[in-house]
């Protein structure tokens, strides 16, 4: 509940969601909303339970997609849960605007997108998160405390207010309606805030990041994220309640009220808390200031603990450097909240307006997120058998797919949901995400990585569509510059330069001003897809490096394997693999024609005994040089200490009968020099008695042996 609501909850939903869709429609989207959040309540229940462990989404999708995949979830979590920690970061100054008189506002520094930046508000901020840090840091049941304290005083503080409008409201003439917003139709209304509502939950699914942590039991998991859903639901209706069950004088309703906001100063620039002082007085103001502090305090402590058991789990796979995959002695990751605090370092000294943009992306980075966990599901309970759960994923995914092209192309659909600026962080987010997978992929030894191309088709696809949507919003803006003009000099209200032109020469100059838009738009989707094409190709060249030095590694280690290193005949375990081969030729009915010859070398162990272990290796490699020398066109295996196998092929085959009685008799000649001496077998397929390659073995087997009898009535040692 910490984590999901904050500073918007109270600030930023009276305002967006009302003028929107009004109550109605926003209370309608919410419980859309709502219902769709418990579908992946139910997700992160099934993955929780079957994937325990640090990262949440990332830890789930990682074992049931593999790496590559997890990346993305990261990448988006990452981009969610440190925006969500910055909005709350930044609401600081603004809380002291509205409430502490501007307490802070000394030290100007400058002015970005409209927002003054001073200095004592940005320190501030940075006090604020060093703060929350360090308590992070120290104690994990500190850290636990506060946040149910905290829960609790803004889930009674809102509540109470809620309440007290509620019973006050019947006594004014004060009305609730319109319901809707007049201008447009309710059904496009509500499925606008439906569509935008991963904003208001993100952040819920925060307790799965912390699964290696839980004192309850697993199966219990479910019910935990239903209560926060349920109670943060009702939070963010009963806000929207108050901020129109009251207004000031002089507004006709709580619709004027909303869309004349910025005429206001002070409290009746912020409805909830117009309302509550006005059925509540100063305490009702007290109330709200209380809840909204606990809102942004437990909201910076919960999505700091995410983001850091996030970048933790990264870690430990290698995508961030061995040193943030530490726990310290209180098993918290103090590395990662040190990373995430070095990293927000910047943030206070940007604006809130830029903020703003980067609080956007949550929506479409939470949708990702969300839709992943309906794979996740779907692909998990289809593998397990389990119907319900495959049916749930697939509905939910199929409606996070809907949510996602809402976003991404919003000028097909519905007026615009998110600020331009968004789509612009959005793809620079993208292509940062392909330059960061490149040094993943560069330093990646295991190969966990860069197996599946889905990471670069997927942010290459993100940047080219936001890349459209920016194009559109840019070709937008200017056409309606361009009719503002046309409008202003056809009724000759238009500046003296531009009355001076005739209307030939001023038409042709907005033509090419549209044209102009025209070539800007095209050059940008142009440059950004040219740009990520040459970073995918630039991965695509390292992971082809890599799997050429992996099939390297696999041929050198494949042929160590399947080489004796003492005498240099194929090993043992080569001869396995070879015999599969034939036995498989049986089973298809066309072994071929081949033979067998066993051998076994006689006398090794007097040899061990007498003259050392040495001489015996020096023995056996004698007698593999003797099999080497007769069948230079068959492969010798060496399958034992001192047996070695021989599978007659080509010319061999041909003059089997000539070898064996060539080296038959060289071996009778050892017997007298005192070299190598080795008893063989040969037997060759017969397909009226053999049925298998093992028969075919087990006769030469057999005549290896009698061999071996032979060479003793010679004198031969045969007992070894």
């Known amino acids: 509940m910490g984590t999901a609501i904050g500073w918007g909850s109270l600030i930023v939903t009276s305002r967006t969601y009302l003028s929107l869709a009004g109550p109605a429609g926003s209370i309608l989207g919410l419980l859309i909303g709502f219902a769709m959040m418990l579908l992946v309540a139910n997700h992160y229940h099934f993955l929780a339970n079957r994937y325990p462990g640090t990262g949440g989404m990332y830890n789930y999708v990682k074992y049931i997609f593999g790496y590559d995949r997890a990346f993305l979830v990261a990448w988006f979590l990452f981009l969610v849960y440190i925006s969500m920690f910055w909005a709350n970061a930044t609401s600081i100054p603004l809380f002291a605007r509205y409430f502490l008189r501007d307490a802070f506002g000394f030290g100007y520094l400058y002015t970005i997108f409209g927002y003054e930046v001073y200095l004592g508000e940005a320190l501030v901020t940075l006090m604020v998160i060093m703060l929350v840090a360090l308590l992070c840091i120290k104690s994990k049941t500190a850290t636990a405390h506060c946040m149910e304290v905290l829960t609790l005083l803004f889930t009674i503080g809102i509540t109470v207010c809620f309440a007290a409008a509620m ?59 239903v209560i926060s859903l349920v109670v943060i639901t009702a939070l963010y209706i009963f806000v929207i309640l108050l901020s129109i069950s009251a207004y000031p004088e002089g507004c006709a309703n709580w619709l004027d009220y909303i869309r004349r906001l910025d005429e206001f100063e002070g409290i009746a620039g912020l409805p909830a808390f117009y309302a509550a002082h006005y059925y509540l007085g100063s305490t009702g103001v007290y109330i709200l200031i209380a809840s909204l502090l606990a809102l942004v305090l437990t909201s910076l402590i919960g999505t700091l603990r995410a983001v850091s058991r996030l970048c933790y789990a990264v870690a430990q796979d290698g995508i961030l450097p061995e040193r943030f995959a530490q726990l310290s002695d209180k098993q918290i990751p103090v590395n990662t909240i040190l990373l995430v605090v070095a990293v927000s370092l910047p943030i206070p000294f940007l604006g809130r307006t830029t903020i703003g943009w980067v609080v956007d992306t949550c929506t ?29 994923g697939g509905v939910c995914m199929v409606i996070l797919v809907v949510f996602l092209l809402f976003l991404l192309f919003p000028g097909v659909f519905a007026n615009n949901a998110i600020e331009t600026e968004t789509y612009v962080l959005m793809t620079g987010w993208c292509i940062l995400g392909l330059l960061f997978f490149h040094s993943v992929i560069q330093k990646d030894h295991a190969r966990n990585f860069g197996k599946a191309i889905i990471v670069w088709v997927a942010l290459l696809a993100f940047i080219v569509m936001m890349a459209m949507t920016l194009a559109e919003r840019v070709n937008e803006s200017q056409k309606d510059a361009v009719v503002a003009d046309i409008y202003s000099y056809m009724t000759g209200t238009a500046d003296e330069e531009t009355m001076a032109m005739d209307k030939e020469t001023f038409l042709a100059l907005q033509s090419e001003r549209l044209h102009d ?15 990520s094409l040459g970073v995918l190709i630039v991965n695509y060249s390292s992971m082809r490096k890599w799997e050429r030095k992996a099939a390297e590694e696999r041929d050198q280690a494949r042929m160590a394997a399947f080489r004796d290193p003492l005498t240099g005949a194929k090993s043992k375990h080569a001869f396995t693999a070879q015999e599969e081969i034939m036995e498989g030729r049986f089973a298809e009915g066309e072994p071929g024609a081949f033979g067998v010859i066993v051998c076994d070398v006689n006398g090794l162990k007097r040899v061990n005994d007498t003259m050392g ?55 009778e000649d050892n017997l007298r020099t005192g070299k190598v001496v080795a008893s063989l077998g040969l037997a060759e397929y017969d397909p009226r008695q053999d049925n298998s390659f093992h028969d075919v073995f087990k006769r030469a087997d057999g005549l290896m042996y009698n061999r071996k009898m032979e060479l003793k009535g010679m004198g031969a040692v045969t007992r070894d």
């Open 167 to 225: 019973i006050g409201h019947r006594g004014t003439d004060m009305t609730m309606n319109p319901a809707f917003i007049p201008d447009s139709s309710a059904l496009r209304q509500v499925a606008h805030i439906a569509f935008v509502s991963p904003w208001a939950f993100i952040g819920f699914e925060s307790v799965s990041h912390s699964a290696a942590e839980y004192r309850f039991k697993h199966k219990n998991m479910f019910r935990v994220l």
């Open 364 to 392: 479409i980075g939470a949708t990702v997120i969300y839709g992943f966990a309906s794979v996740a599901v779907f692909k998990a309970a289809k593998q397990e058998g389990i119907r319900k759960d495959q049916i749930l």
């Open 517 to 531: 838009a025209d070539n800007v738009s095209v050059l940008v989707i142009a440059g950004l897809f040219t740009l």
């Open 613 to 667: 272990h040495k001489a015996g290796d020096e023995y056996i490699c004698s007698a593999c040089k003797l099999l080497f020398d007769y069948f230079s066109h068959s492969p010798v295996y060496r399958i034992g200490g001192d047996e070695f196998v021989v599978l007659l092929q080509e010319r061999d085959y041909e003059a089997r009968q000539e070898i064996m009685r060539a080296i038959n008799a060289e071996i």
